[in-house]
């Protein structure tokens, strides 16, 4: 039986590959480490712009879509849990590997780490899932202000540790990406951000964060309100309306706060966070749902639907690209450039991928990380070319 894809995820998928292209390279290029007072008036109203927009709307996107896809794999009859398990593990596995050689701002190990909790909430009704989800995405408020900032204190003690193994200083700590010229001092880099962000996830309570959308996209998914927009246009326009009018002047405080150092306390921008970027997030969703079921037939959606498809192949190129523009290995322009000119690199390196993944799947089904994982999973070789899948059906 021929599974039918869905191309409003597919869509969607690709427009959230954009925003973490968008919210990630300001990391690759090495601006985020450099210092606010020798930022342009034109870098504030970038950022500004850049934290308004996207910061962690687009990270709310794509977890609800990954969420939704674990939906569709375990409410699927003829999936078994294990099965299941496995591909988390896989998972798992990729992301540490994109943690330790590539990139220090992984997310996918988080991703599956989170995922292989869901089987736990799989015969709940998904009234209840939802009050779970949305518990869970209020929780780090709780946390933060009952625990404040000690948590953060052996991951600093820890970084600097490692750091002065390898020389890394204060001083060149911003620049030593850019400045090295072989792999052996990135690994030396990646070394202390692998252990920073793996305590990340921990003092900013970002489990509770993902397992909290995890759910959310869970319930869209099994409801299946992605496979009949036009049924729940009610309840998508809502989504839209309440988010926008919530998430708007809520997002103007959040983006004051961030740029100005959090001067009310990490407990207000927490509320900040809480109360703009997840309703933010789900307006992003339902509106575009929206405009999808209005002509679901445009040619920019078959666009989108093209990096979409390859969407964790596209996550971890996108690491790829940042590295050899902006790391010393490469070109090394990381802290030479400002931040609007990072952005538009950003927007460069997601037009090559929507090229590249165009031309990629007309030759093949899967993207390359796709096939590798599903094999890995499955334990078995699976056609590629999109001609021998076809004879497979």
Sequence with gaps: MVKKRHVILDALRGFAILGICLANFPEFSLWTFSDPEGWTVTDKVTR??????????????????????????????GQKTRTFYRRMVILFLIGLCHLFFLWSGDILMLYAAMGMLLPLFKRLPTRKILVWGGAFLVLPVICEALLGTRLSDPLVAEQWRICALYGITEANFGTWLADISGYKGMLQFL??????????????YRFFKVLGLFLVGYAVGRERIFADLGAWKGLLKKVLLYGFALGIPVSVAYTWSSMAGEPLGPVAHSVFYLLSVYPMGFAYAAGFCLLFDRKPEGKGWLLLTKPGR????????????GVLIFYGIGFGLGGKVGLLATEAVAIGVYAFQIAFSALWLKWFHFGPVEWGWRMLTYGKRLPLLEREYSKNL
């Design 310 to 321: 390859m969407a964790c192949t596209n996550y971890l190129s996108q690491s790829l690209f």
């Design 48 to 77: 500004a712009i850049q934290t308004f927009l996207v910061d962690g709307k687009f990270y709310t996107l794509f977890s609800l879509l990954f969420g939704m896809g674990f939906s569709i794999q375990l409410e699927n009859a």
């Design 191 to 204: 070394h202390q951000g692998a252990v920073e962000r793996m305590w990340e996830f921990v003092t900013s």
